[in-house]
């Protein structure tokens, strides 16, 4: 009696090709995955597809447990944090600005918008033809106008 293969030589070179996507080129790992002894700068040692899988689920849950222990620090340590009305002025307006950025910014958009209409010189005020600008009238915002 002859005996049957239990697998036919196109299940094989299938199971080949299997083998060889897992485990790398001469089943040896896959380079791209680092080195055997994980001596290749940080790189992951595992060199197989399954091995560095399992690797990076391990250091995602090492990262999302870091996460978790900074969102505790920060939550404690903004509860100690002073208003950011108390705070001196460069750190008030730093926490302002961490706060809500854009009312800051439309603020102070707003304070020179008004500064600006106030240096205006008003159509009055400007000098006439022919008129030196020394001899001009004086705008009613001068500094000798205040004293």
Same mark, same amino acid.
């Given at each position: 009696?002859?005996?049957?293969?239990?697998?036919?030589?196109?299940?094989?070179?299938?199971?080949?090709?299997?083998?060889?996507?897992?485990?790398?080129?001469?089943?040896?790992?896959?380079?791209?995955?680092?080195?055997?002894?994980?001596?290749?700068?940080?790189?992951?040692?595992?060199?197989?597809?399954?091995?560095?899988?399992?690797?990076?689920?391990?250091?995602?849950?090492?990262?999302?447990?870091?996460?978790?222990?900074?969102?505790?620090?920060? $939550? *404690?340590?903004? %509860?100690?944090? /002073?208003?950011? +009305?108390?705070? &001196?002025?460069?750190?008030? !307006?730093? @926490?302002?600005? =961490?706060?809500?950025?854009?009312?800051?910014?439309?603020?102070?958009?707003?304070?020179?918008?008004?500064? $600006? *209409?106030?240096? %205006?010189?008003? /159509?009055?005020? +400007?000098?006439? &033809?022919?008129?030196?600008? !020394?001899? @001009?009238?004086? =705008?009613?915002?001068?500094?000798?106008?205040?004293?």
């Amino acid at each position: 009696m002859r005996e049957v293969p239990d697998v036919t030589p196109e299940q094989e070179a299938i199971l080949r090709d299997v083998q060889v996507q897992l485990r790398g080129p001469g089943l040896a790992g896959w380079p791209q995955l680092g080195d055997d002894d994980g001596t290749d700068g940080g790189a992951i040692s595992e060199r197989t597809v399954v091995e560095a899988l399992g690797a990076a689920l391990r250091q995602i849950a090492e990262l999302r447990t870091e996460i978790a222990d900074l969102e505790t620090t920060v $939550l *404690e340590l903004t %509860r100690q944090a /002073p208003p950011a +009305a108390e705070l &001196p002025w460069p750190l008030s !307006l730093v @926490a302002a600005l =961490l706060e809500n950025p854009a009312a800051v910014i439309g603020e102070q958009i707003a304070r020179w918008e008004s500064l $600006l *209409e106030a240096l %205006r010189p008003k /159509p009055d005020d +400007a000098p006439q &033809p022919g008129q030196r600008a !020394l001899e @001009a009238p004086r =705008l009613s915002h001068d500094m000798s106008d205040r004293a």
